[in-house]
T-cell receptor
Framework: AQSVTQLDSQVPVFEEAPVELRCNYS??????LFWYVQYPNQGLQLLLK??????LVKSINGFEAEFNKSQTSFHLRKPSVHISDTAEYFC???????????FGDGTTLTVKP | DTGVSQDPRHKITKRGQNVTFRCDPI?????LYWYRQTLGQGPEFLTY????????KSRLLSDRFSAERPKGSFSTLEIQRTEQGDSAMYLC???????????????FGPGTRLTVL
């Protein structure tokens, strides 16, 4: 069985400040890791993913996440946030041999001016 | 690029009624997934198909729930005798499958919001 824990349910931050959204997972097998973003009244959008290779992965809008196997973590970071980054962020894990993904309960990022 | 589409986007029904939702995946994707999302929680897996074969069902999927993908393209999710606890956002996703270059990354539709009165 797999599980995902997003350690912070809400993260308020001022515009242009750095942010880290924390994600820990548990699994007895190899996994792929994902971050999805959900803007108000919209569907889930893939933000970035770790499949293999370099443990640091980046998105086109400045987010990055680092896979840490020893700590079973996949924290999401951005050095300087914008108002438009306000959204719900979901961490997900998927067994490399299975179909379904297991999601965390989400972190609400609120960027204040 | 049409993405994953779902219909309807919103459904309000009375307790005890049956409802059916439709999902159209990205055209070249052979895997299709259904998830349920309630307020304050992440999506919970319900079931998924590889082409027309239903490969896995969650224990969350009670006997009142049934999903089909008859020709390996679109899928339907039916809920019979709806209950207030069925109120949620029902999400559909699709992926290329394990042989695809994207390594089975799931892409989500906008969801169908069900309200059971």
């Amino acid at each position: 069985a797999q599980s995902v824990t997003q350690l912070d349910s809400q993260v308020p931050v001022f515009e242009e400040a750095p942010v880290e959204l924390r994600c820990n997972y548990s699994s007895s097998v190899s996994v792929y890791l994902f971050w999805y973003v959900q803007y108000p009244n919209q569907g889930l959008q893939l933000l970035l993913k770790y499949l293999s290779g370099s443990t640091l992965v980046k998105s086109i809008n400045g987010f990055e996440a680092e896979f840490n196997k020893s700590q079973t973590s996949f924290h999401l970071r951005k050095p300087s946030v914008h108002i438009s980054d306000t959204a719900e962020y979901f961490c997900a894990v998927k067994n490399t041999n299975a179909g379904k993904s297991t999601f965390g309960d989400g972190t609400t990022l609120t960027v204040k001016p | 690029d049409t993405g994953v589409s779902q219909d309807p986007r919103h459904k309000i029904t009375k307790r005890g009624q049956n409802v059916t939702f439709r999902c159209d995946p990205i055209s070249e994707h052979n895997r299709l997934y259904w998830y349920r999302q309630t307020l304050g929680q992440g999506p919970e897996f319900l079931t998924y198909f590889q082409n027309e074969a239903q490969l896995e069902k969650s224990r969350l999927l009670s006997d009142r729930f049934s999903a089909e993908r008859p020709k390996g393209s679109f899928s339907t999710l039916e809920i019979q005798r709806t209950e207030q606890g069925d109120s949620a956002m029902y999400l559909c996703a699709s992926s290329e499958g394990p042989s695809g270059r994207a390594t089975d990354t799931q892409y989500f539709g906008p969801g169908t919001r069900l309200t059971v009165l």
